[in-house]
């Protein structure tokens, strides 16, 4: 991955908003959700979710598909495990990392 792309990724899952779409999606699984439905457990205007949706988009994050009238989007999960591998692999590049890495089940 280069750095350009992660920062990109990064800068869209920093808005908290952009963050809130995301984890839904991801917790919508492969089905993903539908744009109708995304907008209601967001509970904003379309056009301000359209906003957001580009933006996750344009990183490579979300992606959309039309099944007949349903706009259906999904996280990328290929896209969010080279994210977290990059940091994981990046961040500790020169000095290796000061204290190990959290259990599986450990919230951080």
């Known amino acids: ?3 350009e792309t992660a920062a990109r990724q990064l800068d869209s899952l ?3 908003t952009r963050l809130q ?3 839904l999606l991801v917790r919508a699984g492969e089905a993903g959700m539908p744009v109708g439905a995304l907008q209601a457990r967001m509970g904003m205007a379309g056009s301000t979710l359209s906003h957001h949706l580009k933006r996750l988009i344009e990183a490579g994050l979300v992606t959309q598909e039309r099944a007949a009238t349903t706009l ?3 996280a990328s999960y290929s896209e969010m495990w080279t994210l977290i591998g990059f940091l994981q692999d990046e961040c500790c590049a020169d000095e290796g990392c000061a ?3 959290p259990d599986a089940g450990a919230k951080v």
């Open 1 to 3: 991955m280069k750095i």
């Open 14 to 16: 920093g808005n908290p």
């Open 21 to 23: 779409i995301f984890r």
């Open 72 to 74: 259906v989007c999904r």
């Open 99 to 101: 204290s190990p890495a």
